[in-house]
């Protein structure tokens, strides 16, 4: 996205004027909402030092357009992952699976086996010398 203005620049002056500067020279407004007294009370409370009600705002629908856009591309792939499973593309039977891991079980196993036998065959060395 990265359309929002000083969007994730707190503590970075350098590179929000560099965001701004490089913003068009003309920027939109956001239709006023209503929001109870207590709701505006506890926005205001968790403002940093130096953070304005309208920053907040601006950051938390900047977050929010980024967050719906990455859950539409998710949705997207799995859509496709889908459609590839009903074409039965990339699929494995179960009885396949489970022999593949088994195995990879048992190389595990002999990979095992093999290091505790070179193990107490360099501690049999050890000891006879």
Same mark, same amino acid.
């Given at each position: 996205m990265g359309a929002c203005l000083g969007q994730r620049?707190?503590?970075?002056?350098?590179?929000?004027?560099? @965001?701004?500067?490089?913003?068009? #020279?003309?920027? !939109?407004? /956001?239709?006023?909402?209503?929001? @109870?007294?207590?709701t505006?009370? #506890?926005?205001? !409370?968790? /403002?940093?030092?130096?953070?304005?009600?309208?920053?907040?705002?601006?950051n938390a629908v900047c977050r929010e357009a980024e967050y719906r856009a990455e859950?539409?591309?998710?949705?997207a792939r799995a859509a496709k992952a889908l459609r590839s499973a009903d074409r039965g593309v990339g699929l494995m039977r179960a009885d396949e699976?489970?022999?593949g891991m088994r195995q990879r079980a048992t190389a595990a196993q002999r990979r095992i086996r093999a290091a505790v036998v070179?193990?107490?065959?360099a501690k049999d060395k050890r000891a006879t010398r």
């Open positions: 620049h707190q503590g970075k002056p350098e590179r929000a004027i560099k @965001a701004v500067r490089a913003a068009p #020279s003309r920027s !939109a407004t /956001l239709p006023p909402i209503r929001v @109870a007294p207590e505006k009370s #506890s926005l205001e !409370a968790v /403002l940093r030092e130096g953070e304005s009600l309208t920053q907040f705002i601006e859950q539409s591309a998710a949705i699976f489970l022999a070179a193990r107490e065959a």
